[in-house]
């Protein structure tokens, strides 16, 4: 690894609080890492991935479901057609939920 050098700012007191919430408001601790990346790109991307967190959950259900539905199947060999009907429900919801990520997605530019 390359030895790093020294870079020295003089900022005022203000300033430093400036920068010490925006590292705050993205998450940052290490204010070197934070101004080196400031310093080199210019700006910062903080996404909300609370709809990331909800599709990811409603997988889960989804996947739980599907595996009951399968296990019942093996051991009767049958499963109700309200449990089917159901399960593509809960998968159409996924893929709305997905869309709206998706298109959301797409606006971001850099």
């Given at each position: 690894?390359?030895?790093r050098k020294r870079l020295e700012a003089r900022l005022t007191e203000q300033e430093l609080k400036l920068i010490e919430?925006?590292?705050?408001?993205?998450?940052?601790r290490n204010?070197?890492?934070?101004?080196?990346?400031?310093?080199i790109d210019g700006c910062l991307i903080q996404l909300?991935?609370?709809d990331v967190k909800e599709m990811i959950r409603l997988l889960r259900i989804n996947s739980n479901n599907l595996n009951q539905y399968a296990r019942?199947?093996?051991e009767c060999g049958s499963v109700?057609?309200?449990?089917?009907r159901e399960l593509q429900n809960q998968q159409k919801l996924?893929?709305?939920?997905?869309?709206?990520?998706?298109e959301n997605l797409s606006k971001l530019q850099k």
């Open positions: 690894m390359e030895k919430e925006k590292m705050k408001k993205c998450g940052i204010k070197s890492a934070f101004l080196r990346k400031m310093a909300d991935l609370s019942k199947a093996n109700y057609e309200k449990d089917i996924i893929w709305v939920e997905m869309r709206k990520i998706l």
